[in-house]
Nanobody, 120 residues
Framework: QVQLVESGGGLVQAGGSLRLSCAAS????????MGWFRQAPGKEREFVAA????????SYADSVKGRFAISRDNAKNTVYLQMNSLKPEDTAVYYC?????????????WGQGTQVTVSS
C-alpha cells in the first residue's frame, strides 16, 4: 500500500501564492504518475496537474496553465504544487493522487486533502 499526506493549504488573498506538498510512503515503487486534483463545494473532483515518474513530463488543466507548476523530488518521495496568481475560483480541497499502474488514469492512491481558500 501507498500512503499520501498533503500539506501546505491555507487562506490566501487573490493574486497570492501557496505551495502544496504531498509526501508518499509505503510501497512507493509501485506508483507511476503523481498528480493533483481539486474539488470545490458542489462540484466534482477535477484534474489539476500530473507529473511522470521521472519528473520529465508534466500536464496541466487549461485553467491553471501558466500559474501552477508541479514538480517532484524522488529522493524525498514528495510531489509539490506551486500555485501562483491564485484566484477565488481556485478555492477547493486539493488532493494528491498516484497512479498504481502504467495505464493512464489508474489513480488508485489518494491523500486526505488539504483546503485552499482564496479570498477576493
Amino acid at each position: 500500500q501507498v500512503q499520501l499526506v498533503e500539506s501546505g493549504g491555507g487562506l490566501v488573498q487573490a493574486g497570492g501564492s501557496l505551495r502544496l506538498s504531498c509526501a508518499a510512503s509505503g510501497r512507493t515503487g509501485g506508483t507511476y504518475r503523481m498528480g493533483w486534483f481539486r474539488q470545490a463545494p458542489g462540484k466534482e473532483r477535477e484534474f489539476v496537474a500530473a507529473i511522470s515518474r521521472s519528473g520529465i513530463t508534466t500536464s496541466y488543466a487549461d485553467s491553471v496553465k501558466g500559474r501552477f507548476a508541479i514538480s517532484r523530488d524522488n529522493a524525498k518521495n514528495t510531489v509539490y504544487l506551486q500555485m501562483n496568481s491564485l484566484k477565488p475560483e481556485d478555492t477547493a480541497v486539493y488532493y494528491c493522487g498516484a497512479e498504481s499502474t502504467p495505464v493512464t488514469g489508474t489513480w488508485n492512491y489518494w491523500g486526505q486533502g488539504t483546503q485552499v481558500t482564496v479570498s477576493s
